[in-house]
């Protein structure tokens, strides 16, 4: 495998890419040193100061379009930057190192409505790497966000969107006081974060740390988190999500779902939370659906392990009867079944005496639910746990549920 290298003339991009695809992962870390990165300087671009929206796009273009694998540099200093899109396929593995800040408008406006600040699309082989800060520069937005009142507000822009990407790494980067959701991953497979960093205010509205939708095998490791919403958030479709040794405050917590309200969602199974530390957010880990709405897709194999809880509002819960703001009817119960679910070696301190909150639907109760070794303590004092709809497995100390009943 050492010398798996590519010849231009004899081996299609394509096949290319599929031979990398099915190499070991020392092999591909032996490749991508044998393989010699070519550098594009972004100041080649026209871009030694000021605003860097076109040289960036242009110098992505270049490297996309190189041969062999590419790396676009953007060195230290400030620049600013407007909403962009940038896309492959490209011809090779292709990296952008910034270690500059880069920033954002502080008017939302002048991001056009664009759904994300920065996105990268329809690429195979992508690293996002380097010392460099995404300022969103986001106080304006959170200022106007009414989203609490409003069901038709105006969303800002993200900071980053990660589209319909495979074989992806963003490491070292951080992304800064975002108007929105700090990242969104759409679409993508085998993706990895590794000490990533995302920073805002506890009073930053709607700034989930890193989203994940329709997405398979996405990894989140080594990762400091604190924002004014969830740290790490689950849409449907996902498949094979770990997050581990992540710290994560203030925020939300780390959260699947909110899920159900939409027709034709897809199901969410086999996620990993393990070796990770809450420290004064409102949630600690949760699963969260709709009630009196359509969605019908199943969770399933969810499992929260070694778990350390510092001062948490809500340490262990599952919520099958969210409604943020009063937004929505509970006239009738969720339809999504959850099942094997395990809260393992779970510790720590809770700021409520609930410290285990599991409501359930009525009319698809949770199976296969374990609360395994959970030593959560209030004031000093063991934690209830509330149970509605459900029957936990309690193995090892855990509190036992203080009501079991029909909602």
Avoid at 99 to 121: Q, R, S, V
Avoid at 122 to 127: G, I, L, Q
Avoid at 163 to 174: C, G, S, W, Y
């Amino acid at each position: 495998m050492e010398n798996v290298k590519r010849r231009q003339s004899h081996i299609p991009n394509e096949l290319f890419i599929s031979i990398l695809s099915k190499l070991p992962i020392k092999s591909l870390k032996r490749f991508e040193c044998a393989s010699q990165s070519a550098v594009f300087d972004i100041r080649k671009y026209g871009a030694p100061s000021g605003d860097i929206t076109t040289a960036f796009g242009d110098v992505w273009k270049a490297a996309c379009n190189s041969t062999g694998a590419s790396k676009v540099w953007i060195p230290s200093g400030s620049y600013k930057m407007g909403a962009i899109v940038v896309k492959g396929p490209c011809n090779g593995p292709i990296e952008v190192q910034v270690d500059g800040t880069i920033i954002a408008p502080a008017n939302p406006a002048a991001l056009h409505d664009a759904y994300e600040w920065i996105k990268f699309e329809y690429v195979d082989f992508f690293t996002l790497s380097g010392k460099g800060v995404f300022d969103g520069q986001g106080a304006i937005a959170w200022n106007q966000n009414d989203c609490g009142k409003n069901k038709n507000c105006d969303m800002a822009s993200m900071n980053f969107g990660f589209n319909f990407l495979k074989h992806a790494t963003v490491r070292d980067i951080t992304s800064k006081d975002s108007k929105n959701f700090h990242v969104n991953v759409l679409g993508c497979t085998n993706f990895t974060f590794d000490h990533f960093t995302v920073t805002a205010p506890a009073t930053s509205l709607n700034t989930d740390g890193i989203h994940i939708g329709r997405s398979t095998d996405v990894k989140i490791l080594n990762t400091n988190i604190g924002t004014g919403d969830d740290c790490v958030s689950l849409g449907d479709g996902c498949k094979q999500i770990t997050v581990q040794n992540v710290n994560c405050g203030p925020g939300h917590g780390i959260s699947v779902g909110s899920l159900g309200k939409y027709p034709k969602e897809e199901p969410v199974e086999q996620l990993l939370v393990k070796n990770c530390t809450l420290t004064n957010t409102d949630n600690g880990v949760r699963i969260k659906t709709w009630p009196s709405t359509p969605g019908t897709n199943p969770i399933t194999d969810m499992h929260f392990e070694d778990i350390t809880m510092v001062d948490v509002l809500n340490p262990v819960i599952i919520d099958q009867e969210y409604c943020p703001w009063n937004q929505c009817s509970k006239q009738s119960p969720s339809k999504i079944k959850i099942s094997k679910v395990t809260f393992k070696n779970i510790k720590g301190t809770s700021k409520t005496k609930d410290g285990v909150i599991l409501i359930c639907s009525k009319s698809v109760p949770c199976e296969g639910v374990e609360l395994n070794n959970v030593a959560l303590t209030f004031n000093g004092t063991e934690v209830d746990a509330k149970c509605v709809n459900v029957k936990p497995i309690v193995t090892g100390k855990a509190p036992k549920c203080v009501a079991t009943a029909a909602a």
